[in-house]
Nanobody, 114 residues
Framework: VQLQASGGGLVQPGGSLRLSCVASGTLFAAAITAWYRQAPGKERELVATIISNGGTCYADSVKGRFSISREITRNTVYLQMDSLKPEDTAVYYC?????????WGQGTQVTVSS
């Protein structure tokens, strides 16, 4: 299984970005996909999760601003990020969990700055 994350960039505070995570390889429907982020000098933290039945959950710090969704036919999970703040600056990673294993993407940098 390979994950390709993209969509990061530089955005001003209050702006929006949409990240994409495309999965390839041997994929199973019973999977959980999540977005994590890691800021400089900090531990990696869970941002949002989407499970096989479409259920979602979010870190408190992003509730109401971020939205995770998926396009099953494209094996793609998105993270729509609105009302971005400087503290959202981090490298964002997607992770897929299936059949007892974690698979990580390579990360995409998000910088929120004026």
């Amino acid at each position: 299984v390979q994950l390709q994350a993209s969509g990061g960039g530089l955005v001003q505070p209050g702006g929006s970005l949409r990240l994409s995570c495309v999965a390839s390889g041997t994929l199973f429907a019973a999977a959980i996909t999540a977005w994590y982020r890691q800021a400089p000098g900090k531990e990696r933290e869970l941002v949002a999760t989407i499970i096989s039945n479409g259920g979602t959950c979010y870190a408190d710090s992003v509730k109401g601003r971020f939205s995770i969704s998926r396009e099953i036919t494209r094996n793609t999970v998105y993270l729509q990020m609105d009302s971005l703040k400087p503290e959202d600056t981090a490298v964002y990673y997607c992770k897929r969990f299936q059949r007892g294993r974690d698979y990580w993407g390579q990360g995409t940098q998000v910088t929120v700055s004026s």
